[in-house]
C-alpha cells in the first residue's frame, strides 16, 4: 500500500429501507448499494474498541437517518451516539457517515455525518 491507510470495502445490497441494523462485517467502508427507501440506522454490529467505520450512501433519493441510543436495537453494544443526542437525518439522498467504537461506553460514537 506504500504507506497509504487502505481498509476493506463491503458493497451492502441487502440495506433496503426502514429501522435497520448494518452488519459491517470485516470491512472499514461500507458502501449501501441496495437502498430502496429511506433507512433508518439503529445500529451497528461488529463494535470492537477503536474500530473506525466509513458508511456511504450513494442514493440520490432515499436517505438514511442515524438514530441516537435506539431502543429499537435490542443489543444495547450495537447502539449509536450522537453528539447531539438527537438522531441526524439526511436530505435529498447521498450520505456520508463515519463511526468509532467506544469498548468503554458499550457504543459505536457518531463521528461524522454528511448529507
Do not use: C
Amino acid at each position: 500500500s506504500a504507506g497509504h491507510l487502505v481498509t476493506k470495502r463491503y458493497d451492502d445490497t441487502t440495506f433496503a429501507s426502514g429501522n435497520s441494523t448494518l452488519n459491517p462485517y470485516n470491512a472499514g467502508f461500507v458502501k449501501l448499494n441496495g437502498i430502496t427507501g429511506d433507512v433508518y440506522l439503529v445500529g451497528i454490529s461488529g463494535g470492537t474498541d477503536g474500530r473506525i467505520l466509513r458508511v456511504y450512501n450513494p442514493h440520490e433519493t432515499f436517505n438514511v437517518d442515524v438514530y441516537h441510543e435506539s431502543s429499537l436495537e435490542t443489543t444495547a453494544a450495537r447502539r449509536i451516539r450522537t453528539n447531539t443526542e438527537n438522531n441526524k437525518s439526511g436530505s435529498g439522498g447521498t450520505q456520508m457517515m463515519t463511526f468509532i467504537y467506544d469498548a468503554g461506553a458499550s457504543r459505536w460514537i457518531l463521528m461524522s455525518f454528511e448529507s
